[in-house]
Every structure is written in C-alpha cells, then in structure tokens.
C-alpha cells in the first residue's frame, strides 16, 4: 500500500514571497504519478500541477514548480509569488500507473495561509 | 460545461439512517470515483465505478455501496448511519482511457450525522 505524508500541517507565508510545502511518500511501484491539489474554502479539489515518476524534469506550472526526488521519496511544491488566493488547504496525492485512470492515496494536507 | 455536480450540497441525518448522495461526471468522463474526507483529513477513496460496475474499492465497510448509470452519473449509499460517517463526500469524475487528462472533482455534499 501507498502512504503520502505531509508533515507541515500550517504554513504562512507574506505576499509576494516564496514559500515550499513537503511531501514524503512510500511505494514499491516503480512508475505511478505524483500531484498537488488545492481545496479553497469552496472545498472543490483543483489540481495544481502533476509529475510523471519516469520524467526526471521537474514539473512547472506558472508560479508552481516540483522539486521531484525519486530516490528519496520527495516530492515538495514550491510557489513563488504567493498571493492572496493562494490560501487553502494544499493536498499531495499518489498513483499507480494502471492501465486505466487508478485511484488517489492522499496526504493530510497544509494549510497555506498568504498574509498581506 | 457546468464540470462535476453533486447533490445534495449539505445533508443532516440521523444515526441508524440511509443516505443516498448524487454525482454527475463532466461532460465526456465515463469513470467516477467517490472518496470521503473527514475534518482535517485528506480525501480517502471509498470506490470506483466503470461501465456500471464496482471497479476498485478502498478499505471501506459494505454498508457503503453505489451505483453508476448508463449516463455515467453515480450515486453513494450509506446504510445504518454512524456518527463517524459525518465527512464531506467528494466524487471525482475521469476518462478510463486516458490517464494523462486530470480527474475532476466537485465540490462534495457535506454529510453531518445526529
């Protein structure tokens, strides 16, 4: 079984700055994929940006970008240029790469709190 | 494309209860999945329904069942209601072909039980 362990359960951060959210994961599969999720008090999940295992570049999404380290088992976001509307509850999710659409294995997510 | 819809958007039920709650995919997605998110937890998936049937399923009792339809819209039972099923349901929709398109979620239906 997976497990996503998300080891921050608040983060604050000032506008404008850059703030890293941690994520450490366990599996024995060899190719799965890795995602970051947003849920704003809305609580509607919103992928933020996703990471093949087998591609070793690390995923950017605008001001979203992945620090991958498969070897360790690491999978952090960095968010640059934090704003107001980057508050929310920030999940890391797991999975498999079946031949179909598998299902996620969620952590306990952060809650990133942007301050004026 | 009005996305994923859920229904009812909050509930109150009563222990010992059966509760029925409502998803329809996005437009285009044939695979629905439900989880369920307890307060201050991450989402744990309860099952998924492809082709109108029970496809994968999380460590979840059988008091929780669902249904998908020939339309793709599925629903989640619970039976015999506990106070520990109080959570936000979350159903997320996808294509079974195609795992580089992201799944999508809607905004859940909020379960409390008395």
């Known amino acids: 079984a997976q497990t996503v362990t998300q080891s921050q359960p608040e983060m604050s951060v000032q506008e404008a700055e850059t703030v890293t959210l941690s994520c450490t994961y366990d599996?024995?599969?060899?190719?799965?994929?890795l995602f970051w999720y947003k849920q704003p008090p809305s609580r509607q999940m919103i992928l933020v940006i996703r990471?093949?295992?087998?591609?070793?570049q690390n995923a950017t999404e605008n001001r979203f970008s992945v620090n991958f380290q498969k070897a360790a088992k690491s999978f952090s976001l960095k968010i640059s240029d934090s704003q107001l509307g980057d508050t929310a509850m920030y999940f890391c999710a797991f999975m498999k790469h079946l031949r179909w659409y598998s299902t996620l294995t969620f952590g306990k997510g952060t809650m990133l709190l942007v301050s004026p | 494309d009005a996305g994923v819809t859920q229904s009812p958007t909050h509930l109150i039920k009563t222990r010992g209860q059966q509760v029925t709650l409502r998803c329809s995919p996005k437009s285009g997605h044939d695979t629905v999945s439900w989880y369920q998110q307890a307060l201050g937890q991450g989402p744990q998936f309860i099952f998924q329904?492809?082709?109108?049937?029970?496809?994968q399923r999380g460590n979840f009792p059988d008091r929780f069942s669902g249904h998908q339809f020939p339309n793709y819209s599925s629903e989640l039972n619970v039976n015999a209601l506990l106070l520990g099923d109080s959570a936000l349901y979350l159903c997320?929709?996808?294509?079974?072909?195609?795992?580089?398109?992201?799944?999508?979620f809607g905004q859940g239906t909020r379960l409390t039980v008395v």
């Open positions: 997320a929709s996808s294509l079974e072909w195609d795992r580089d398109t992201e799944a999508f």
């Open positions: 990471q093949e295992a087998y591609k070793q």
């Open positions: 329904y492809y082709e109108e049937e029970e496809r």
């Open positions: 599996t024995s599969e060899s190719n799965y994929y």
